[in-house]
């Protein structure tokens, strides 16, 4: 398993954009496929983006798409999320995971989990 470090979370307006970063410790970083999930009060953690090893995959959920990247820097054992174009529905605590080897859209597949940052969109 890899340690997960979330950050970048915050408090931004409508239309606004924050990037979120997870740190990962070890030196196996490259071969965990990872993804970003968010949970919102009174709902199920749900599947946002997904990026492959080497990062030539990317995927995402239908209502980010066009607005949100997923990214990867290997020399840095870092993922990230950039977010534009924010809406209120995209409240929720968001969590980075890791998955050796391939990514899945569903959470109980991930070995090992961040702690979770808090972002919260305005109207």
């Not at 239309?15 to 990872?34: H, I, K, N, V, W």
């Not at 998955?99 to 979770?116: H, I, K, M, V």
Request: aromatic share 12%; net charge positive.
């Amino acid at each position: 398993q890899v340690q997960l470090v979330e950050s970048g979370g915050g408090l931004v307006q409508a239309g606004g954009s924050l990037r979120l970063s997870c740190a990962a410790s070890g030196r196996t970083f490259s071969t965990y496929a990872m993804a970003w999930f968010r949970q919102a009060p009174g709902k199920e953690r749900e599947f946002v983006a997904a990026i492959s090893l080497s990062g030539s995959r990317r995927e995402y959920v239908d209502s980010v798409k066009g607005r949100f990247t997923i990214s990867r820097d290997n020399a840095k054992n870092t993922v990230y999320l950039q977010m534009n174009a924010l809406k209120p529905e995209d409240t929720a605590v968001y969590y980075c995971a890791a998955r050796r080897l391939s990514y899945n859209y569903s959470p109980a597949q991930y070995d090992s989990w961040g702690q979770g940052t808090q972002v919260t969109v305005s109207s």
